[in-house]
């Protein structure tokens, strides 16, 4: 499924199966993406800034440089899954099995690991009950197609409910969370090699680099913005496939964080506007 670039704002997603599903750059702003499976999707770059994801299934997912603001991953998945470079401010991190997880420069500021939720957004931080999360799974079952995957989503909120982990599972996510919250040690031109691999591969480009700067995620990498720049400006003069002449030519051109800021700003504060209305 090719779902590059999309926008799938508010999106009713819950139970859905996106098995392997293209999103590079994709936005799901405040999606419904309860109980669904992103097993293996590609969602480089993409913005999943207030989805619900409790209870779905992002195992080997590949989340490199993506944005998750107070999103909501309450019982999910992330087994094997990617999220190097990607930034996580306020996300709800609830018993997420965390197995094999790749997590190297990643942004983590203030995770939510206790049993809480948002309903709703403006609304207050509320405790996490048993009644919650069965209303989660029967909504998300509701909408799944196959009796196999409905079981598995009942097995991902189950963990939601009293006695759903034991406490040492508890305390190993937990302590991942904490450990990457704590973490302040990469340097910015670890992180922009990083970040110039992800833009600079031809199944990536061009929506990759749109969903960073979209992300804000080159104004961390501060003078090293030339290390994403350069490979970016050689890919556009002999690609390996069209999509690469598509790089923004703000990038492309080795512009410094000071021109490119104020765009990232005006854009930023345009969209905030209108998904406020």
């Known amino acids: 499924m090719n779902l590059e670039g999309a926008e799938l704002n508010y999106a009713g997603l819950q139970g859905a199966s996106l098995f392997g599903a293209r999103l590079q750059g994709a936005s799901l702003y ?19 800034d207030q989805a619900r994801l409790q209870g779905a299934s992002l195992e080997s997912a590949r989340l490199q440089g993506a944005s998750l603001v107070q999103t909501q991953l309450q019982g999910a998945s992330l087994k094997h899954a990617r999220l190097t470079s990607a930034s996580f401010d306020n996300v709800y991190v609830f018993r997420t099995p965390i197995d094999g997880v790749e997590i ?11 049993a809480k939720y ?8 509320s405790k996490l009950t048993d009644n919650v999360g069965k209303k ?3 909504v998300a079952i509701e909408h799944g197609d196959y009796e196999e995957e409905n079981e598995q989503i009942e097995q991902r909120l189950g963990r939601l409910m009293t006695g759903g982990a034991t406490a040492d599972e ?3 996510v937990t302590k991942f969370w904490l450990i990457a919250h ?7 031109d670890h992180l922009a090699e990083r970040l110039a691999e992800l833009v600079c591969s031809a199944d990536n480009a061009p929506y990759v680099a749109r969903g960073l700067i979209r992300n804000r995620r080159f104004q961390a ?3 090293h913005l030339q290390a994403v720049a350069n490979p970016m400006k050689k890919a556009r003069s002999d690609p390996p496939s069209r999509k690469a002449r598509t790089y923004p030519r703000a990038l492309v051109s080795g512009a410094s964080l000071r021109k490119i800021g104020p765009t990232l700003m005006r854009r930023s504060t345009k969209r905030s506007y209108l998904q406020a209305q």
């Open 30 to 48: 405040q999606a419904q993406v309860q109980g669904a499976s992103l097993d293996q999707a590609q969602l480089q770059g993409a913005s999943l």
């Open 104 to 114: 190297n420069d990643a942004r983590v500021d203030n995770p939510v690991y206790e």
């Open 118 to 125: 948002k309903p709703s957004v403006g609304t207050t931080v």
């Open 136 to 138: 989660w799974t029967i």
């Open 170 to 172: 508890d305390a190993a």
């Open 182 to 188: 704590n973490n302040e040690a990469y340097l910015q």
């Open 221 to 223: 990498i501060g003078q």
